[in-house]
């Protein structure tokens, strides 16, 4: 998607679709005498109507969204740019100019109105048909792909830094949501390196792999006690970006990449099983915000690292009962072949530790008990650090793409003792997304970091089953932030 800005009046925009705010369309585009059009128009926050224009008009369609009252806020906002969105891409067209500078919303800058529209219209946008007859690229010319802000000469500056920062974040989304809905046969831990390599072709930025073999001699037990069940090998990427001053700390992110959890032998039931290919959402997170603060050129110093692995029941896959040794030299008792995104996990963010990051975040489709605590719309937020943690919940706020924290006390560890090693990596009924962040705290003992359980926010089920691009937008914000 193309997203630039222009400094000019709604009247004077020639697109296919023109999106106005309701209260000000009638005056903004005098000239085409739509008192009568709109006359009807409900006022609530989030309804749109659409009309053709007269055809001395500019741009064809205009699209009319109410953005509420006097006293209308961020999440009006909001509501009606999903909507707008929605109403764009019903009417059709290639492109779409956006009026902005007049929509007065308490407490949101042009720069953040204009970031709102932009994912909106990215998320709704998106489609996905890479293996369908007819998936034509003939197809994507009927789709908006060319979006116009309009700002006036005050907010030019803004609106320019908010359509390169949305051009890069939803082109963060967009590969996240593909990586989660490529099949389980294609995406796995060979493709996400390949993937993570065209990342890594940009400046400052580069890929290292580690294969199986360097993860033994690492002694990364956990990790390869998932890895040994599959006949696919699994990898461990790391893109370093250094978009920062030299010497600076990094920010890190980590990956879960599952690229298919079947529970390994013990074995999930067969019911959805296939959204178990979804179970690399941590990683496709990780990687979109990767690529979303690379595109955006931010002055910061990034460590991606994407611990990619299949999790397979085979005459080689780690029973319940084998003790494996973490890098760190901690043992663990596998109790429960499923519960493997920790185990990948912890090797990861013991070996981040080298980069002596200013803090990491980990993201996980990590437990089904956060998808029982908090459902679809919260993506679960744990710990060991204040700061960060709010730094995280305020960013889910900004960009709408929220987290709600959990406890990590102290007094829910005893749930992960074992009679035979250091640790089981199961912690029972009770908290299972508490037990599995205490499990994960372990091995981050020395540093800030936060972790992020995506189980109920990375993808939808059902009728719009698919990969939502969540938490790319937090992510993307998170490390924005850290950016100067
Ligand atoms: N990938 C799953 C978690 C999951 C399940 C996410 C369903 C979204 C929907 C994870 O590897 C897993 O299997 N977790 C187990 C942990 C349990 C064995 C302690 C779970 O949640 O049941
Ligand atoms: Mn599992
Ligand atoms: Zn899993």
Redesign the pocket.
Same mark, same amino acid.
């Given at each position: 998607m193309k997203i630039s800005t222009r400094n000019i009046a709604a009247k004077d925009a020639s697109s296919d679709l023109l999106v106005v705010d309701a209260s000000t369309a009638v005056k903004l585009l005098k000239p085409y005498k739509l008192d009568g059009a709109l006359a009807n128009a409900s006022d609530a926050a989030g309804t749109t109507t659409t009309v053709a224009l007269p055809s001395n008009a500019k741009a064809k369609k205009l699209i009319c969204v109410a953005v509420g009252g006097k006293d209308r806020g961020a999440a009006d906002f909001r509501k009606a740019a999903n909507e707008a969105a929605k109403a764009v891409k019903s009417a059709g067209g290639t492109s779409v100019a956006w009026g902005l500078s007049q929509t007065v919303v308490k407490g949101l800058s042009v720069a953040e109105k204009a970031q709102m529209a932009v994912t909106a219209l990215a998320s709704e946008l998106y489609w996905y048909d890479e293996h369908q007859a007819g998936n034509a690229k003939d197809k994507s010319a009927k789709r908006p792909n060319r979006i116009t802000l309009l700002c006036d000469e005050r907010s030019a500056k803004a609106s320019r830094a908010a359509a390169r920062y949305g051009e890069a974040l939803s082109a963060g989304m967009d590969l996240a949501r593909d990586l989660g809905n490529e099949p389980p046969n294609i995406c796995n831990p060979t493709y996400l390196a390949s993937e993570a390599r065209k990342i890594a072709r940009a400046e400052k930025t580069t890929l290292k792999v580690l294969s199986e073999k360097q993860m033994l001699e690492l002694g990364m037990g956990a990790f390869m006690s998932v890895s040994q069940g599959s006949d696919t090998p699994g990898k461990m990427i790391i893109i370093e970006y250094k978009g920062g001053k030299r010497g600076d700390a990094p920010v890190a992110l980590v990956g879960?990449g599952?690229t298919f959890?079947t529970?390994g032998i013990?074995l999930?039931p067969g019911a959805a099983m296939d959204?178990?290919k979804?179970?690399m959402c941590g990683a496709a997170g990780v990687l979109g915000a990767t690529r979303a603060v690379i595109d955006a050129k931010m002055p910061v110093n990034l460590i991606t690292i994407v611990a990619a692995a299949e999790?397979m029941p085979s005459g080689g896959a780690s029973r319940p009962g084998d003790v494996v040794k973490t890098m760190s030299g901690q043992t663990v008792e596998i109790l429960?072949t499923? $519960?493997?995104?920790r185990l990948v996990l912890c090797d990861a963010l013991t070996y981040v530790q080298r980069y002596k990051p200013k803090a990491v975040v980990d993201v996980?489709?990590?437990?089904?008990?956060?998808?029982v605590a908090l459902g679809s719309h919260a993506t679960g937020l744990l710990a060991n650090n204040d700061d960060l943690a709010d730094e995280l919940l305020e960013c889910g706020e900004q960009t709408g793409d929220r987290a709600w924290r959990l406890p990590i006390w102290d007094e829910y560890q005893p749930q992960l003792k074992s009679n035979f090693a250091d640790m089981a990596?199961?912690?029972g009924r009770e908290a299972?997304t508490i037990?599995?962040a205490c499990f994960l705290s372990r091995f981050a003992k020395d540093m800030a970091w936060a972790h992020l359980d995506i189980?109920?926010t $990375?993808w939808n089920s059902g009728v719009r089953k698919g990969a939502t691009g969540r938490p790319v937008a937090l992510l993307t914000a998170w490390v924005a932030s850290h950016a100067k």
């Open positions: 879960k599952i959890d529970g013990s999930k959204e178990m979804f179970d999790n429960n499923d $519960a493997e995104g996980a489709t990590l437990t089904g008990a956060c998808v990596n199961i912690g299972g037990t599995a189980a109920g $990375a």
